[in-house]
């Protein structure tokens, strides 16, 4: 076995499952605090992309157009809760499901609609001046001289910017006061009210944030995929993942993202010939998953129920 | 003449199959043909025999609501030549008492549980020897060996023709006991008189099979057990026994009886309902009810003094198929040919309602003595305060005290053979007059007669009915003897104040707090002030108290009809009466419950 | 009497907690046993137990001459055992009547095309299983609102419903978890009704949890008292209440 | 207002399980009936190609949804997967089984038979897995019937295009064409065999809704621990959810390749049309049988009918991206709004709008 070989693969996949958990954080998020299964975080990708390429196409420059984008964003998470979650606080979870998928669709219509619907490349490298970065087309693979193996510097970069994600994000969460508030809330809604923690402030500003992880998610997905409709599946890929990792945990999330990214990748390579047919990756990770949550229906980091009668 | 078993025969010989009896039960109207009827009475004959050895002249004691039962056991009773004497289901200790021992009933036929408890309290002073359950639940654990379950008795019975028997019956013989709860007495009634005067009521009606009636009040009401009862019976038509006490509006609306007969607080209480069904409807909506109600009422106005045009008949078209269609169709009033209203009048504007979405209300008068009815309005009679003509057969006249007083061929007879008939003119023991037209008009019964300081006198209950023509009022006690001037005791109506209140953003938690409030009181004043500009000034009504609670049946305060029965209220009362006569503005009543409450006297 | 329902050492603990330590109790066949106790007693646990909902970790539960440690609630339902439970679970999005005829299904032996094609077996088990219902629904006197939503029925109607679902099962044993919780005078004495007749008249053995010692004391045969997930008193109402732990764990000395 | 229930009373309980229990109710069920056999079938071709025959078969599959999210409560995005089985089996039993021994109407049956197994194997995890995780499961279905076919090329009799036409042969069942003289390819003909089959379907599915099948399915559904207290066995249940709801989502790809478009296509079983489906069954409303007919009606007819007012008020101003972006909005918009007004979605505006009819003048 070509052991390079392998281990460029898996670090491929590594780095594949990173772009799904930055998908995952945003929907663990919402759901960790309120209970909503988020099916609108894939059109909030689109969206926020959208929007920042279209404003980067008409001459404003990266670090306002993604100023505004996330301005955008925030606003848009906001109006969400108000609009949307608040009047629905009653209803049981699957009418809050149906209520993302409602949004999502009405997102994915309303952003091409405002924007376009065509297909809008984007290259950071033509704003950001990071080594990490060239102007070399990105996906041709560096060679790491001390492993000897290659890896995409694009992919490196998106990494980069994942953990440093992570890293703000916990910071918010033990630090900051709203943090705190949310993690009272997604402990016990009751009993966060009782202490009089304002849940309904708490769930917009869980929205807003999430607006944010969408952009920068969008915004790494969309330079490796383009920005168009096809962002939308992102939030599918997106979908085993949090539900190996078990929605309620952001470790769940990131670790969840790897597995299936290295598994895909895996079972690109070892089971296509199996299966007698290439893009098993279109359902592999559902499968993975699904075998996963047969041994272990909560997930991995997920809180086991234990259903009072 | 017939009996009441040959009235059975009868129809089960000239239309077996069809519809004698409906009764709701588990979901589903369970029907008897006549020939299911005959059946169900001759197995019930032989099982009384057996059993109970019924026979000529037993008095059987029936106590409970109307189930099929009990319908059949009236019929098997009288088959055998026993005598039924009817009592109310909510009737107190006291009464049933009363009535077993006056009319020395020796078997009782008892609903379920709750009537068995009742007469169990008693039974050492009765000389019942046998009693019939017709619902065993909940006294599985009895022991007393006078217990029989009906179920039992029927199970050990054959079905034998009782054709012979019945022939054999002479319709001269007493077929009932019916009690008169205001003159606390027991008459006598026989097969041929009640039949007779319900003869008299379905050939001036044109009454048919084909028709149908709904019968949710007990048959111990004298007028009910006329009108539905044996009126079902001589005309061969279909009775309808609804499921349960609460179930009534939706079985009424179910069935969509043509005939309806109700004592007049039943149609009251339809008034009510759709009081309080529209008030809480959406503003809009109930503005056009409103619109659409007083065009209505403008119609029906003209179309009574002859001058509707053409514009007003397509208006009221209009309005029936809109609004007022609809509405009948919700309270099962749709197919309504006759609605016979006896113990009290409608006021004006209620009858007038109903005559104008085309429910032909039609009054009557009758007590026991008289079985059940000697006047009944005419169809598309116009006047509300009449209680009709006399029917054929009986006259009826008016004497030098107001009292009434009738002849009539359908009499009863007092029990104790105490006799209140000169000449054959019966005294009704009500006060009232004659109109030209030969209508009769009933003011109110004669021992309720108010006398003012002043020495006027008047009958309490036609201002009763006026104050109580509110939706929102329940009931009124007027009291004025020996006053300057007339008080008023206001029940207000629990379901339609309470959407009232709701609509108006009124906070309450009960009966007595709402009763209390500021609001509902200037809206009792309100009605009142309305009601006083039509009265003469010395019948204008004073003051009034609020009651914190309804008037209680089984405590004596209303009759089985819901009349207020003065004497009872009097004395569980008393602190009302006497702040009325002490001029008191606050005070305390101690009442029947062992409670105290404050009520405020208002002024008007 | 025979002992319909042994329960043999049983604890019970979720992840690490116990709820029940080392319980046992008999029910007689044909009485009313009531399990009471203070919150947190284990009271509702024990009931899972018996029916299977919860699988305990040591013990026994010896049902109708049957002993076995764990029980599948189906099967518990299938050999006889009906039940309500604490926070009502009704089927919310059903009317009073669905919700009753649930309760039936295992009188139901037609297959589902048999139902759809509504054809045969099927319509005869509709017809026959609804009088069977209805029977029910006369019984607990809840004919006016057969056709309504459970959902808009007051809590006090929900339990009746409840009980209705359980009853028409035609259970050997019943078991009721708090039957007349939250409900005022006048429904706490029709529910106590209820539940005797059934005990009296249709032989039911009834196992009930209930907090109202006015209840207990008036309706049950037998009371059992459990204290912290312990037992602390076993026998006729009578004995219980002159049992000195039980009037400390209810005058709450401290442990 | 026009309902009239005086006098409508049940002398048995067969009589009160009916399903149009009112006379006034029975006499627009035939007129409807009259309508849809007799007049429909004469309207132009456009009105049954454009209109008629699909919003039949997205609709069926609506009720199929229905079944298993609507009354059982377990989640699906994997319906265009269970129809792309539907219809392709529908294609190869036709294909490779002798004439004589097959016909369309079979095939369907037996294509829904098909769909319904495979509905149950990605079924099975719904014993152990519970809520939104058991998401995965349907998509797996999804995604995975779509490569299969994809990458096995017999199902589609070798066809390097990824499309293929349907033979006018296969059209000609039981001989019906010769015996009526009727172009059974003609989509008068297939209008009213799509037609029989959807009206038989939903009586089936409407007899199951109101027998122990669907309230045992109603009762997991809202509380399963109670349903299996009740001795109701959950994992049968869902599984004869799966089945059952599989069965019309393939019958419904069979109407929908056979009937409507021709061909069988792989294209148009993708994911978005699951998603299509769910907004049918959002809109139309969770559990009821005839909101899913109302729902497909209302998301299929949308652009349609929108892209006709673009054309003669605005004079072709909404090219189709506009139509489809715009009718995406206003789905979302309708879905959301549903949920916070009338959860119960068309079908219960009507159900409360029948409701008023019946208590008018008064509100209850």
Not at chain 2, 46 to 72: E, M, R
Request: charged share 20%; glycine share 8%; aromatic share 10%.
């Amino acid at each position: 076995m070509d052991w390079v070989y392998l281990i460029e693969v898996l670090v491929g996949g590594l780095m594949s499952g990173v772009m799904y958990s930055l998908v995952a954080i945003g929907f663990v998020l919402i759901y960790k605090s309120s209970g909503i299964f988020n099916f609108a975080q894939g059109t909030m990708l689109l969206f926020a992309s959208l929007t920042f390429v279209k404003m980067t196409e008409n001459g404003i420059d990266f670090w306002t157009s993604l100023f505004i984008a996330a301005g955008i964003m925030v606003i848009f998470g906001i109006a969400t809760e108000r609009y949307v979650i608040r009047p629905l606080a009653n209803q049981d979870l699957l009418a809050l499901f149906m209520a993302t998928v409602g949004l999502a669709t009405f997102q994915e219509g309303f952003s091409q609609f405002v924007w376009d619907s065509d297909v809008h490349g984007l290259q950071m490298s033509k704003f950001l001046d990071i080594g990490l970065l060239d102007p070399a087309p990105i996906f041709m693979s560096d060679h790491i001289p001390w492993l000897d193996i290659l890896i995409p510097k694009f992919d490196i970069f998106a990494s980069l910017v994942a953990g440093s994600l992570i890293v703000v994000l916990a910071f918010f969460f033990q630090k900051t006061k709203t943090g705190l508030s949310l993690r009272a809330v997604s402990d016990d809604h009751m009993a966060a009210m009782a202490v009089g923690i304002p849940l309904q402030t708490v769930w917009a500003v869980v929205w807003a944030v999430t607006g944010v992880i969408a952009l920068v998610a969008g915004l790494l997905w969309a330079e490796r995929v383009s920005v168009s409709f096809t962002l939308i599946e992102a939030v599918m890929k997106a979908l085993p993942v949090i539900l190996i990792g078990g929605l309620t945990s952001i470790p769940g999330a990131i670790v969840g993202g790897l597995v299936i990214g290295v598994g895909e990748k895996l079972g690109e390579i070892y089971l296509a010939d199996v299966f007698g047919g290439q893009g098993i990756e279109l359902w592999f990770a559902y499968f993975m998953a699904l075998i996963f949550l047969i041994f272990r229906p909560q997930g991995m980091f997920g809180e086991k129920l234990i259903e009072r009668v | 003449m017939a009996t009441i078993p040959g009235l059975v025969l009868s129809n089960k010989q000239k239309s077996p199959d069809a519809v004698a009896l409906r009764y709701k039960q588990l979901g589903i109207w369970n029907t008897y043909t006549w020939n299911d009827y005959y059946n169900e009475v001759s197995v019930l004959v032989d099982a009384y025999n057996k059993s109970l050895s019924v026979s000529k002249g037993t008095v059987v004691a029936v106590y409970g609501n109307n189930v099929p039962k009990l319908i059949f056991s009236i019929a098997a009773v009288q088959t055998l030549g026993g005598i039924v004497a009817l009592i109310h289901p909510e009737s107190t200790e006291g009464e049933l008492k009363t009535i077993l021992n006056n009319s020395n009933a020796e078997i009782l036929i008892a609903e379920d549980q709750q009537q068995v408890d009742t007469f169990l309290k008693v039974e050492s002073e009765c000389n019942v020897k046998k009693i019939v359950y017709l619902d065993g639940r909940g006294m599985a654990t009895y022991d007393n060996s006078k217990l029989n379950s009906y179920d039992n008795l029927v199970s050990e019975a054959k079905n034998e023709s009782i054709d012979s028997m019945i022939s054999g019956l002479s319709d001269n013989e007493v077929a009932f006991y019916l009690f008169d709860e205001h003159e606390d007495k027991i008459y006598k009634v026989s097969h041929e008189a009640i039949i007779k005067n319900s003869t008299k009521i379905s050939e001036l009606n044109k009454l048919s099979q084909n028709d149908s009636i709904v019968s949710y009040l007990p048959l111990s009401i004298p007028t009910n057990l006329l009108f539905t009862y044996i009126t079902s019976l001589v005309c061969g038509m279909s009775f309808n026994l609804p499921e349960s006490n609460q179930t009534i509006e939706k079985d009424l609306q179910e069935i969509g009886p043509s005939i309806l007969y109700a004592p007049s607080f039943v149609y009251k209480h339809i008034i009510t309902s759709i009081s309080y069904r529209i008030e809480s409807a959406t503003q809009s909506n109930y503005d056009r009810y409103m619109n659409h109600y007083k065009k209505l009422m403008n119609i029906y106005e003209k179309e009574v003094s002859g001058n509707k045009s053409l514009i007003d008949s397509i208006q009221k078209v209009w309005v029936m198929l809109t609004t007022f269609a609809p509405a009948k169709n919700v309270f099962g009033l749709t197919n309504i040919k006759h609605a016979f209203v006896s113990d009290g009048v409608l006021s004006k504007v209620n009858f007038d309602f109903f005559h104008a979405i085309g429910v032909e209300i039609q009054h009557s008068f009758g007590q026991a003595i008289s079985c059940g009815c000697i006047s009944v309005q005419p169809d598309h009679s116009v006047s509300s305060e009449n209680v009709g003509a006399p029917l054929s057969g009986t006259e009826i006249k008016v004497n030098e005290n107001s009292e009434v007083l009738f002849k009539t061929d359908c009499l009863g007879e007092n029990l104790s053979g105490e006799a209140n008939v000169d000449n054959g003119w019966v005294n009704s023991g009500y006060v009232g007059s004659m109109d030209n037209s030969g209508n009769v008009i009933i003011d109110g019964r004669t021992e309720d007669i108010v006398t003012l300081k002043s020495g006027k006198k008047f009958s309490p209950e036609s201002i009763e009915n006026l104050v109580s023509c509110s939706p929102f009022i329940k009931s009124t006690v007027i009291i004025g003897e020996n006053q300057d001037s007339n008080s008023a005791i206001v029940i207000i109506d629990p379901n339609s104040v309470n959407s009232w209140a709701d609509r108006k953003n009124i906070r309450y938690t009960g009966y007595a707090e709402l009763a209390a409030k500021e609001e509902v009181r200037d809206l009792i004043k309100d009605h009142i002030k309305c009601v006083n500009e039509t009265l003469d000034d010395h019948l204008k009504v004073k003051r009034f108290v609020i009651l914190h609670r309804t008037l209680i049946m089984t405590a004596g305060e209303v009759s089985k009809t819901m009349e207020v029965m003065r004497k009872n209220i009097t004395t569980n009362l008393n602190d009302v009466f006497s702040a009325f006569e002490k001029n008191e503005s606050k005070f305390t009543v101690n009442d029947i419950d062992q409670l105290t409450y404050d009520l405020k006297v208002n002024e008007i | 009497m025979t002992d319909i329902l042994k329960v043999e050492n049983v604890t019970l603990t979720f992840g690490g907690v116990k709820a029940i330590t080392d319980i046992s109790f008999n029910v007689r066949e044909g009485e009313i046993c009531a399990v009471i106790g203070p919150n947190g007693a284990g009271k509702s646990s024990m009931l899972n137990v018996i029916n299977g909902v919860y699988l305990p970790q040591i013990g026994t539960v010896t049902y109708d001459g049957v002993e076995r440690r764990t029980i599948n609630p189906r099967d518990a339902a299938i050999a006889g055992m009906a039940r309500t439970f604490q926070n009502i679970a009704l089927f919310q999005g059903m009317t009073v009547l669905e919700n009753i005829m649930t309760g039936r299904n295992l009188f139901m032996k037609s297959s589902w095309l048999e139902q759809g094609l509504n054809i045969g077996r099927a319509r005869k088990e509709e017809k026959e299983n609804r009088l069977a219902v209805e029977k029910v629904i006369k019984f607990l006197q809840i004919e006016s609102i057969r056709k309504t939503p459970v959902s808009k029925l007051p809590y006090g109607l929900q339990k009746r419903v409840e009980l209705g679902r359980a009853l028409v099962a035609e259970p050997k044993i019943l078991l009721l978890d708090e039957p007349m919780a939250g409900m005022n005078l006048e429904e706490k004495a029709d529910m106590s009704c209820f539940i005797l007749e059934i005990n009296k008249e249709q032989g039911i053995t009834t196992v009930m949890i209930e907090h109202d010692m006015g209840v207990v004391m008036d309706i049950s045969d037998h009371v059992v008292v459990l204290d912290y997930g312990k037992k602390i008193g076993d026998g006729t109402p009578s004995e219980v209440m002159s049992n000195q732990d039980v009037i400390d764990a209810y005058l709450g000395v401290s442990h | 207002m026009i309902y009239r229930e005086t006098g409508n009373f049940v002398t048995n309980y067969f009589k009160d399980r009916e399903i149009f229990p009112l006379k006034f109710d029975k006499i627009i069920v035939i007129i409807g009936l009259l309508f849809l056999y007799l007049y429909v079938p004469t309207t132009s071709e456009y009105t049954l190609s454009a209109h008629v025959v699909p919003i039949l078969a997205v609709g069926l599959a609506t009720v199929g949804l229905n079944i298993l999210t609507g009354l059982t409560g377990q989640l699906s995005l994997g319906t265009a997967g269970f129809m792309c089985v539907g219809a392709f089996s529908t294609y190869n039993l036709m294909l490779r089984i002798p004439e004589d021994f097959m016909s369309l109407p079979v095939a369907l049956l037996f294509s829904g038979i098909f769909a319904g197994l495979v509905g149950v194997i990605f079924g099975l995890p719904a014993i152990r897995i519970k809520g939104f995780y058991l998401l995965v499961s349907t998509l797996a279905a999804q995604y995975f019937v779509w490569w299969f076919f994809n990458s096995y090329a017999w199902f589609l009799n070798y066809e390097t295009s990824g499309v293929v036409a349907i033979p006018p042969k296969m059209y000609d069942y039981w001989g019906l064409g010769n015996l009526l003289g009727i172009d059974m390819q003609g989509y008068p003909a297939r209008y009213v065999l799509a037609l029989t089959v959807c009206l038989a379907l939903t009586y089936f599915a409407k007899n199951l809704l109101r027998s122990n099948t669907g309230r045992n399915f109603m009762s997991v559904r809202d509380r399963d621990i109670a349903a299996s207290v009740m001795g109701i066995s959950v994992p049968r249940t869902k599984l004869l959810a799966f089945f059952v709801s599989c069965f019309y989502c393939g019958v419904a790809g069979g109407l929908y390749s056979f009937c409507y478009i021709g061909n069988v296509d792989l294209m148009i079983y993708e994911i978005d049309r699951s998603f299509t489906i769910l907004f049918m069954l959002i809109i139309g409303g969770l559990g009821s049988i005839s909101g899913s007919w109302l729902g497909a009606i209302f998301v299929y007819e949308f652009p349609i009918v929108f892209t006709w007012v673009g054309d003669t008020i605005f004079q072709g101003a909404f090219n189709t991206a506009v139509v489809e972006n715009v009718s995406n909005m206003v789905y979302g918009v309708f879905i959301i709004a549903l949920l916070i007004r009338e959860p119960g979605g068309f079908a219960a505006l009507w159900a409360t709008t029948k409701q008023k009819l019946r208590m008018w003048p008064y509100p209850h």
